[in-house]
């Protein structure tokens, strides 16, 4: 009987579990399969191939550099421009397009331009140049080797003294001699120190160069003098008369001005060295003869926006910036600009695109902004930044990308986020950055000061909120900080920096997604991001137009 029994009681309880199930099953399919998130479609959406083809495109020789004022900047800017518009955003530039249109004025050096030492000419822009703000200036004196020019009479040091630098060119080694703690000579602003009493002297001119072991050497220096100068909007501003003529000298340079005088560079070095040195007369003339030719010319930025879903913060935006311009070309020579920053701009269309595509829109509006004139001055930005097209009051945040290559090292995952520690964009990144398993990590190379050297720093100006990103593989940090410094040295600014077989574009497309999904959390936050209480900038509110110390800016 229990058998039977038991036959009959399963039939019901099988008939019941039919229906318990039936009434079940879209729940559990629903949680098998659950929504995905608005980072999961920009993630999905966002593609290696966007980035690629963009980056490709941009740096394209007939692209010719994107010089600013140039036909490759303005064939960048339309180009830019169809991209926006393929994408649905609508014009926020002059006159109902695209572009902002800004003047400069661009200074060239005239043939006339040279240097002689003795009887031998300099090569401009080979052996020497004059820095932008010398401009039309001429004289001849006599020369003088002064060492590191330190006077410091408590410890005993007087490199000036045997020598009378007035109506002399002063030739002199720039920065901390060796073993001297750059940091301290930094701090205590110890070159300005030694510039100022050297003016207080009355030289004719001050020739500088290096020994060769610092970061920025004169080299580097004299090769960014000698290429043409763009100022934003009217004529530049040079040193007034009577001030001193400066000249940088290049290794060869140098070597030349030294032998005219009865010595070796290495002698010169080696006696600037020591702190008996009381300076020497090289018994030598030269001459110096800085002429300009200036014209007016015109670049664009190019600003777009994805209006926002949401009635009240529609009416404010993220602002995603990256410049689009280089060096373009110069004496037959293109600057490409690949990593500097075609791949920016590239990433940042890419999160352009992908937001284009997403079922729904962000509830904030989302402004794009490729700058030109950055490699200048950071003069687009500035220029947006105030004369801008969209209520800087209502910028919530800008994110900004300018990058020297270290995402294309492999795949992402550590991250710079510069300025974190002045907002809560700061604690934003960090928990974007988790959930993609990339680890944060503060400024490597905070003496290159990059917070101040890039287009966010112009928002940031005006009180806005900012971060720049910068991606980089796994692992020990120091190597893939020596690829970079390695990079500098070789390809940055110059006509070496194009797209590499070896670059691990993935890396490329994980700093975008990272951009992209920060953007969309900002949008959807009911309030923008603030400065953090403990940031010097706090004081600053949205649209801000008092300039900003000295002691807050990238002299610090």
Same mark, same amino acid.
Do not use: C
């Given at each position: 009987?229990?058998?039977?029994?038991?036959?009959?009681?399963?039939?019901?309880?099988?008939?019941?579990?039919?229906?318990?199930?039936?009434?079940?099953?879209?729940?559990?399919?629903?949680?098998?399969?659950?929504?995905?998130?608005?980072?999961?479609?920009?993630?999905?959406?966002?593609?290696?191939?966007?980035?690629?083809?963009?980056?490709?495109?941009?740096?394209?020789?007939?692209?010719?550099?994107?010089?600013?004022?140039?036909?490759?900047?303005?064939?960048?800017?339309?180009?830019?421009?169809?991209?926006?518009?393929?994408?649905?955003?609508?014009?926020?530039?002059?006159?109902?397009?695209?572009?902002?249109?800004?003047?400069?004025?661009?200074?060239?050096?005239?043939?006339?331009?040279?240097?002689?030492?003795?009887?031998?000419?300099?090569?401009?822009?080979?052996?020497?140049?004059?820095?932008?703000?010398?401009?039309?200036?001429?004289?001849?004196?006599?020369?003088?080797?002064?060492?590191?020019?330190?006077?410091?009479?408590?410890?005993?040091?007087?490199?000036?003294?045997?020598?009378?630098?007035?109506?002399?060119?002063?030739?002199?080694?720039?920065?901390?001699?060796?073993?001297?703690?750059?940091?301290?000579?930094?701090?205590?602003?110890?070159?300005?120190?030694?510039?100022?009493?050297?003016?207080?002297?009355?030289?004719?001119?001050?020739?500088?160069?290096?020994?060769?072991?610092?970061?920025?050497?004169?080299?580097?220096?004299?090769?960014?003098?000698?290429?043409?100068?763009?100022?934003?909007?009217?004529?530049?501003?040079?040193?007034?008369?009577?001030?001193?003529?400066?000249?940088?000298?290049?290794?060869?340079?140098?070597?030349?001005?030294?032998?005219?005088?009865?010595?070796?560079?290495?002698?010169?070095?080696?006696?600037?060295?020591?702190?008996?040195?009381?300076?020497?007369?090289?018994?030598?003339?030269?001459?110096?003869?800085?002429?300009?030719?200036?014209?007016?010319?015109?670049?664009?930025?190019?600003?777009?926006?994805?209006?926002?879903?949401?009635?009240?913060?529609?009416?404010?935006?993220?602002?995603?910036?990256?410049?689009?311009?280089?060096?373009?070309?110069? #004496?037959?020579?293109?600057?490409?600009?690949?990593?500097?920053?075609?791949?920016?701009?590239?990433?940042?269309?890419?999160?352009?695109?992908?937001?284009?595509?997403?079922?729904?829109?962000?509830?904030?509006?989302?402004?794009?902004?490729?700058?030109?004139?950055?490699?200048?001055?950071?003069?687009?930005?500035?220029?947006?930044?105030?004369?801008?097209?969209?209520?800087?009051?209502?910028?919530?945040?800008?994110?900004?990308?300018?990058?020297?290559?270290?995402?294309?090292?492999?795949?992402?995952?550590?991250?710079?986020?510069?300025?974190?520690?002045?907002?809560?964009?700061?604690?934003?990144?960090?928990?974007?950055?988790?959930?993609?398993?990339? #680890?944060?990590?503060?400024?490597?190379?905070?003496?290159?000061?990059?917070?101040?050297?890039?287009?966010?720093?112009?928002?940031?100006?005006?009180?806005?909120?900012?971060?720049?990103?910068?991606?980089?593989?796994?692992?020990?940090?120091?190597?893939?900080?020596?690829?970079?410094?390695?990079?500098?040295?070789?390809?940055?600014?110059?006509?070496?920096?194009?797209?590499?077989?070896?670059?691990?574009?993935?890396?490329?497309?994980?700093?975008?997604?990272?951009?992209?999904?920060?953007?969309?959390?900002?949008?959807?936050?009911?309030?923008?991001?603030?400065?953090?209480?403990?940031?010097?900038?706090?004081?600053?509110?949205?649209?801000?137009?008092?300039?900003?110390?000295?002691?807050?800016?990238?002299?610090?």
């Amino acid at each position: 009987m229990r058998s039977r029994s038991f036959r009959g009681q399963g039939s019901a309880i099988f008939s019941i579990a039919v229906l318990l199930l039936s009434s079940i099953l879209p729940v559990a399919a629903q949680t098998a399969a659950p929504a995905r998130s608005t980072a999961d479609l920009i993630r999905e959406g966002l593609t290696v191939q966007m980035i690629k083809d963009g980056t490709i495109a941009l740096s394209a020789p007939e692209m010719e550099g994107r010089g600013t004022g140039q036909p490759g900047g303005e064939k960048a800017a339309n180009w830019i421009a169809e991209k926006f518009k393929a994408y649905g955003l609508k014009p926020l530039g002059d006159k109902g397009s695209y572009l902002q249109k800004i003047n400069f004025t661009e200074t060239v050096a005239d043939p006339a331009t040279s240097f002689t030492i003795g009887d031998k000419a300099l090569e401009y822009g080979t052996d020497f140049a004059f820095p932008p703000m010398v401009g039309n200036r001429s004289g001849s004196a006599d020369v003088v080797f002064v060492g590191y020019a330190i006077v410091g009479k408590a410890a005993g040091i007087d490199q000036l003294a045997d020598v009378d630098i007035s109506g002399k060119y002063a030739v002199m080694l720039d920065g901390p001699p060796p073993g001297f703690p750059k940091e301290t000579w930094e701090k205590q602003k110890l070159q300005r120190a030694i510039m100022r009493n050297l003016y207080s002297k009355r030289p004719a001119g001050i020739i500088t160069f290096s020994r060769g072991d610092e970061q920025q050497t004169e080299d580097q220096g004299v090769d960014y003098y000698s290429r043409r100068q763009l100022s934003l909007g009217g004529a530049r501003e040079y040193l007034p008369d009577g001030a001193p003529i400066f000249v940088s000298a290049t290794k060869s340079g140098i070597e030349k001005i030294f032998a005219a005088g009865g010595m070796t560079r290495e002698q010169a070095i080696e006696l600037a060295a020591n702190t008996a040195f009381k300076g020497k007369d090289l018994k030598v003339k030269a001459k110096a003869v800085s002429k300009v030719q200036s014209n007016k010319v015109s670049a664009y930025n190019v600003a777009g926006v994805l209006e926002g879903s949401d009635p009240k913060l529609s009416s404010e935006a993220v602002l995603f910036s990256a410049h689009y311009d280089a060096y373009g070309k110069l #004496n037959g020579k293109i600057y490409a600009g690949a990593a500097d920053n075609a791949l920016g701009v590239a990433e940042m269309l890419s999160v352009a695109e992908t937001y284009s595509k997403l079922p729904q829109k962000p509830k904030r509006s989302m402004v794009f902004l490729a700058v030109t004139g950055e490699e200048y001055g950071l003069f687009g930005s500035k220029a947006w930044a105030k004369d801008p097209t969209w209520d800087i009051k209502k910028v919530a945040a800008d994110l900004n990308l300018d990058g020297i290559g270290s995402e294309v090292y492999g795949p992402v995952k550590t991250m710079v986020g510069y300025g974190a520690e002045h907002s809560t964009l700061g604690a934003l990144l960090d928990s974007v950055a988790k959930s993609m398993e990339i #680890n944060v990590i503060p400024d490597p190379m905070p003496d290159e000061k990059v917070f101040y050297r890039s287009d966010h720093y112009s928002f940031v100006e005006r009180g806005v909120p900012s971060l720049m990103l910068l991606g980089a593989p796994a692992g020990d940090k120091e190597v893939w900080i020596q690829k970079i410094k390695d990079w500098e040295k070789g390809d940055y600014h110059q006509p070496g920096d194009t797209v590499k077989d070896s670059w691990a574009w993935e890396g490329a497309e994980t700093v975008a997604e990272v951009m992209a999904i920060m953007g969309w959390h900002i949008s959807e936050d009911a309030q923008m991001p603030s400065w953090l209480k403990t940031s010097r900038f706090s004081k600053y509110d949205r649209g801000n137009s008092k300039p900003i110390p000295e002691d807050e800016s990238e002299e610090q």
